[in-house]
């Protein structure tokens, strides 16, 4: 199954959490990141383009809901914040799939 047609059935909030993870992995070259990273960047990215951040609480949800599909892979374990975190498909088929998001465009600058 192609990404891009996963991206249509993701929820406004997943697709924020998958941008930020892009951008994480551009940004440091890693191919994991930390729930604590990615948080701070979740964050970032909203307050600056007008969302409301959704709390920790939530992105887990999100988090977890996305480790369920095998979108993300995640790191097993009850350490929350330090828990590790990776893309489960190519950044750049994530990164192409998300430009193309009409209800949020300005997730296309951050990848």
Not at 18 to 38: H, N
Request: hydrophobic residues 35%.
């Amino acid at each position: 199954m192609l990404f891009s047609e996963v991206t249509k059935t993701c929820s406004k909030l997943s697709k924020i959490y998958l941008t930020a993870m892009v951008y994480e992995l551009y940004k440091t070259g890693m191919g994991e990141t930390t729930f604590e990273k990615l948080a701070m960047t979740v964050y970032n990215q909203c307050t600056s383009n007008g969302e409301a951040f959704p709390g920790h609480d939530t992105l887990l949800k999100v988090g977890c809901k996305l480790g369920e599909c095998r979108i993300i892979l995640c790191e097993s374990g009850a350490k929350h914040r330090l828990q590790k975190l990776q893309l489960n498909f190519p950044s750049d088929d994530v990164a192409f799939a998300l430009k193309e998001s009409k209800e949020l465009p300005w997730l296309a600058k951050y990848l």
